[in-house]
């Protein structure tokens, strides 16, 4: 398997620009995460799927940012408008039965750098 | 009170030696726990899972639980140059599906 794959690896945008993250997570896997990671605020859950139904969307900052599953091994993540303190690596990773005892830890996607000036 | 707490670093550690990561967490109805590795510009790299009170070897890994203590350790035995990384403790979050990670402890193997 590939891996959870990410595109575009490097984002640079100016302020007010749209700007979209994609994923494709592993074959098989029923969960989809997205993370964003900061020096200072570490690695923070911004939404999550299961079988492509958003269950937690709390960590999304604010309206500017909507993700969105359209199918099993699809995701975008959106930011409309971008905003320089959205500058951040961004994360997807996919797992399966990741709750309860015995749970399945997460595979990471290489991550998209976001840089928004 | 944080979820999840990480002495943050740098660990330095001689190589060779015993590199001892510590974890501790609040939720007390967490089930299941990992450690992540973490490169310097790379993703998050899943290396160890626990569930149950003890110890769970793997390789120059060994994870230790204390479910009582809400306490998760990572030792890594002869420890190389290349293990020099940020390791991120994780938990399952009230809720059962969330992963709720530490901000990670760098850890540096002196050659």
């Known amino acids: 398997d590939a891996g959870v794959i990410q595109s575009p690896r490097h984002e640079v945008t100016e302020m007010g620009q749209e700007v979209t993250l994609r994923c494709k997570p592993i074959s098989g896997h029923d969960y989809l995460f997205w993370y964003r990671q900061t020096m200072m605020r570490g690695l923070e859950l911004l939404i999550y799927?299961?079988?492509?139904?958003?269950?937690?969307d709390s960590g999304m900052p604010e309206d500017r940012f909507s993700a969105k599953m359209p199918n099993a091994s699809f995701s975008t993540l959106k930011i409309q408008p971008s905003e320089p303190r959205d500058s951040a690596v961004y994360f997807c990773?996919?797992?399966?039965?990741?709750?309860?005892?015995?749970?399945?830890?997460?595979?990471f996607g290489p991550g998209t750098r976001l840089t928004v000036t | 009170q944080k979820e999840v707490e990480q002495n943050s670093g740098p660990l330095s550690v001689p190589e060779g030696a015993i590199a001892s990561l510590n974890c501790t967490y609040s939720?007390?109805?967490?089930?299941?726990f990992f450690w992540y590795r973490q490169y310097s510009g790379k993703s998050p790299e899943l290396i160890m899972s626990i569930y149950s009170n003890g110890d769970k070897e793997d390789g120059r890994f060994t994870a230790q639980l204390n479910k009582a203590s809400q306490y998760v350790s990572l030792l890594i035995r002869d420890s190389q140059p290349s293990d020099s990384a940020t390791y991120l403790c994780a938990v399952n979050g009230r809720g059962g599906d969330k992963i709720i990670f530490g901000k990670g402890t760098r850890l540096h193997i002196l050659p």
């Open positions: 939720d007390r109805v967490s089930q299941s």
């Open positions: 990773a996919s797992s399966f039965r990741v709750g309860g005892q015995g749970a399945y830890g997460q595979y």
């Open positions: 799927f299961n079988n492509n139904v958003p269950i937690d």
